[in-house]
């Protein structure tokens, strides 16, 4: 990357507009991290979960996700998954001594650059100490600030420091050669879209589930409040009216509402067993109490129908969909799901996600859904929506592993 006037004007401003000091909000974790920025508020989710599969695909792997601003990383912290390999920081200034700051603090071993608005100084001196980056997601509203129009030098200059770099459309492409770059040197993709992990499941477990339910129709309630169970139950309830041999497996958002969610079950009539202690799962149970949520890829595979809770009633922001729909369970969930409302949206859209609102409904829904045609039908849209974007998802992950490996054998070579 040449250091053109652009740059060098632009980093004396930096020096004198830009706030000095950066603060980290961790230690560097040992073994390798990959830098992964957010520049786009609205794709996070995507984001987050592109740094799942990333730390998934390679052991030891550390995801740092950086945000613009304070505002970006608040929000970031709500929806971060609870994991100790994905850390949250906020980008430092355009400082030079902020940015050597952050650099010498994280000291990544590689840098995924999402969408646009590229920091000068923080990509030139990422570049220059010998972090391989790639751009990915490129889009027109990221090149389209102020500065990308009238120093075209510069961000032609950054542009070139990346290994490689996608555009999310031939609109996107054709703004990146307006600003100087070759079309061979840009690679148009499908846009970065959340596609969600197939949760792990032992085979013996699931081949002995499966004989022992011996075709019985399955429901799921997982991530179930307190003030929801009521509801879950009633919808069953009317369920097994229709379906006499109906089982529900109720797994709850905290692990201590466990014992009172089987005492309401039995207060209602239900035989209720449990899980975690291995009770037999009789053909006259009616209810599986599970409270272990390492399970959920089991339970996810043997229900055709998934209610997700933590969203009939307000304040809890919903769970994760995608996680069913990658393991082929049609999903319903209540209206409040601020928090992946983006993923509920797209699948909905699709015809594979259905909103309840009480118990009448949600019971309605379970009966028509467990005929298997009207679930596989369900099952089949997510798993279109879950693929739509794998794309991008596969070659980022190509690409970070060959580049960490390369690095490995040069650090190896040189010891």
């Known amino acids: ?110 840098c995924i650059w999402s969408w646009g608005r590229l920091r000068p100084t923080l990509v030139h001196e990422t570049h220059r100490n010998g972090c391989p980056m790639i751009l990915i997601d490129a889009d027109t509203g990221g090149f389209d600030g102020r500065r990308d129009r009238w120093l075209p030098d510069l961000s032609r200059d950054l542009l070139t420091g990346f290994a490689a770099r996608m555009a999310r459309s031939v609109q996107a492409a054709q703004r990146l050669q307006n600003l100087g770059l070759p079309s061979n040197a840009i690679e148009v993709t499908s846009p970065l879209q959340a596609g969600g992990q197939a949760l792990p499941c032992a085979d013996e477990d699931l081949s002995e589930m499966t004989k022992t339910l011996s075709g019985r129709p399955v429901w799921l309630a997982t991530s179930v409040q307190e003030e929801e169970v009521a509801t879950i139950l009633t919808a069953h309830r009317y369920a097994v009216r229709y379906s006499h041999r109906l089982l529900l497996i109720l797994h709850p958002a905290h ?82 799901v601020r928090r992946y409302l983006p993923f509920y949206s797209r699948l909905a859209n699709a015809g594979a ?13 379970v009966t028509r859904l467990i005929a298997p045609d009207q679930a596989a039908a369900m099952a089949h849209a997510g798993w279109d929506v879950i693929s739509h974007g794998a794309e991008l998802t596969d070659r980022v992950i190509d690409l970070v592993q060959t580049t960490l490996d390369e690095r490995l054998e040069k650090r190896h070579a040189n010891a």
């Open 255 to 336: 692990s201590q509402s466990l014992i009172d969610f089987a005492e309401q079950a039995v207060e209602q009539g239900f035989r209720v067993g449990e899980w975690s202690v291995g009770d037999d799962i009789s053909e006259t149970t009616q209810v599986l109490m599970a409270e272990d949520g390492h399970d959920l890829g089991l339970f996810y595979r043997l229900a055709p129908v998934s209610f997700l809770g933590s969203s009939l009633s307000p304040g809890h922001g919903g769970c994760n969909p995608f996680e069913a729909a990658a393991l082929g369970s049609a999903v319903l969930y209540g209206p409040n």
């Open 353 to 365: 996600a259905r909103i309840v609102k009480d118990a009448q409904s949600l019971g309605t829904a």
């Open 1 to 110: 990357m040449s250091r053109s006037f652009g740059m060098a004007a632009y980093r004396a401003l930096s020096r004198r507009s830009a706030a000095r000091s950066f603060v980290p909000s961790a230690h560097r974790p040992k073994g390798e991290v990959v830098w992964l920025h957010a520049a786009e508020a609205g794709n996070l989710l995507a984001i987050q979960d592109l740094a799942q599969r990333l730390c998934s695909a390679r052991d030891g792997l550390h995801v740092l996700i950086t945000l613009p601003d304070g505002e970006g990383l608040n929000m970031a912290r709500t929806t971060s998954p609870k994991e100790d390999t994905i850390h949250l920081d906020e980008l430092p200034s355009e400082h030079p001594a902020a940015v050597e700051s952050f650099l010498k603090n994280w000291a990544p071993d590689m």
